[in-house]
């Protein structure tokens, strides 16, 4: 064995480890940073997503509670107008965790709970009215008329707070 060359071996095999190790890290930092970037941009496309979905069908909504003429008859097929098949499709299946803004979140399950409570509110008006129940008198037909003309105009202000809460954090996509 030639001793002479150990020492410019063991020093070019030191340079090479060095080298390869601070390169095997920087690589590998930058592929997850890579990957950062990517998860947050796939997680604002989903945001994104989500919020134009519930922003249309909110704005349905308030258009269609806004035809109801306020007529027996209109007010108790308000169900078959009004719409939550997407606010329950995005929270059965856990898409709601993208909008990441509690307060944003508690203005859109507000104005949906409404919409669910006249939902309620009018089938039963709908069928106490139109099939008949001795004990649905005046007062009661009343006093349910009243409590959804009440919903109805809390709706409106709820669907508008998350509808320009959902512009605020939304992007150029979402309309109002």
């Known amino acids: 064995m030639d001793w002479s060359q150990f020492i410019p071996d063991l020093v070019a095999t030191a340079f090479g480890v060095g080298f390869g190790i601070w390169g095997a890290l920087w690589l590998n930092k930058r592929q997850e940073n890579k990957e950062k970037i990517d998860n947050e941009l796939i997680a604002s496309q989903k945001k994104t997503d989500v919020l134009l979905n519930l922003n249309l069908e909110l704005a349905e909504n308030r ?66 009215k139109m099939v008949g129940n001795k004990n649905f008198d005046e007062t009661t037909q009343e006093n349910m008329k009243k409590e959804l003309e009440k919903k109805v105009g809390m709706v409106f202000r709820m669907i508008d707070m998350a509808k320009s809460r959902i512009k605020k954090v939304g992007s150029d996509k979402i309309e109002s």
Not at 93 to 115: F, H, M, Q, R, V
């Open 63 to 128: 258009r269609d509670l806004r035809e109801c003429d306020g007529t027996d008859f209109q007010v108790g097929i308000l169900n078959a107008n009004l719409r939550v098949e997407t606010w329950d499709v995005y929270s059965r299946s856990g898409e709601l965790n993208w909008i990441d803004n509690p307060i944003l979140l508690k203005s859109i399950s507000d104005a949906y709970y409404l919409i669910k409570s006249i939902m309620y509110l009018s089938d039963r008006y709908f069928y106490l």
